[in-house]
T-cell receptor, first 116, second 112 residues
Framework: AQSVTQLDSQVPVFEEAPVELRCNYS??????LFWYVQYPNQGLQLLLK??????LVKGINGFEAEFNKSQTSFHLRKPSVHISDTAEYFC??????????????FGKGTKLSVIP | EAQVTQNPRYLITVTGKKLTVTCSQN?????MSWYRQDPGLGLRQIYY???????DKGDVPEGYKVSRKEKRNFPLILESPSPNQTSLYFC???????????FGSGTRLTVV
């Protein structure tokens, strides 16, 4: 079983400033890791994923995240945010246990508010 | 277009009146799941299905039923809705191999 903690429920940031949204997870098995974004009044959309290989993964809209196995973290970053990045972001680890396992555990979300 | 389609998008109903929220995917995904989203609680899983005729409870299954008679459809049934089931509901699907989930656009349910 795994659990996930998104350390900040709300993050206000000025436009063009950098941002980091923090995610820590605990798991008894190796994991896959995902970040999803939910824009106002919309469903969740996959932002990026870590399955294996390079620990720095790049996603859509200029976001990237780094998998740190020793710290069990998967923080999301963007060097310069835009107003359109205002949304809620969800971190979601899922267990790596081969074929047939699909369970993701979602964090409670971080609301990013970009201030003009 | 590959997608998960939920209907209806908005629904207001009265306590005790049975309702069904439909979910259909056109990607031949084995796995489907229902979540509810509530402020401050994030997404909580209601039920999931690994394949046709295989379903299992998630974290908050009380008051809900599901069925998976066909691979593409996974309806969520509320036999006797109550006000505490007022929420935003999402259906999601995934293919074996962990590409991640594809989500529907959501159904906002209000039970009065």
């Amino acid at each position: 079983a795994q659990s996930v903690t998104q350390l900040d429920s709300q993050v206000p940031v000025f436009e063009e400033a950098p941002v980091e949204l923090r995610c820590n997870y605990s798991s008894s098995v190796s994991v896959y890791l995902f970040w999803y974004v939910q824009y106002p009044n919309q469903g969740l959309q996959l932002l990026l994923k870590y399955l294996s290989g390079s620990t720095l993964v790049k996603g859509i809209n200029g976001f990237e995240a780094e998998f740190n196995k020793s710290q069990t973290s998967f923080h999301l970053r963007k060097p310069s945010v835009h107003i359109s990045d205002t949304a809620e972001y969800f971190c979601a680890p899922g267990p790596y246990s081969g074929a047939g396992s699909y369970q993701l555990t979602f964090g409670k979300g971080t609301k990013l508010s970009v201030i003009p | 277009e590959a997608q998960v389609t939920q209907n209806p998008r908005y629904l207001i109903t009265v306590t005790g009146k049975k309702l069904t929220v439909t979910c259909s995917q056109n990607m031949n995904h084995e796995y489907m799941s229902w979540y509810r989203q509530d402020p401050g609680l994030g997404l909580r899983q209601i039920y999931y299905s690994m394949n046709v005729e295989v379903t299992d409870k998630g974290d908050v299954p009380e008051g809900y039923k599901v069925s998976r008679k066909e691979k593409r459809n996974f309806p969520l049934i509320l036999e006797s809705p109550s006000p505490n089931q007022t929420s935003l509901y999402f259906c999601a699907s995934s293919k074996q191999g962990w590409g991640g989930y594809t989500f529907g656009s959501g159904t906002r349910l209000t039970v009065v």
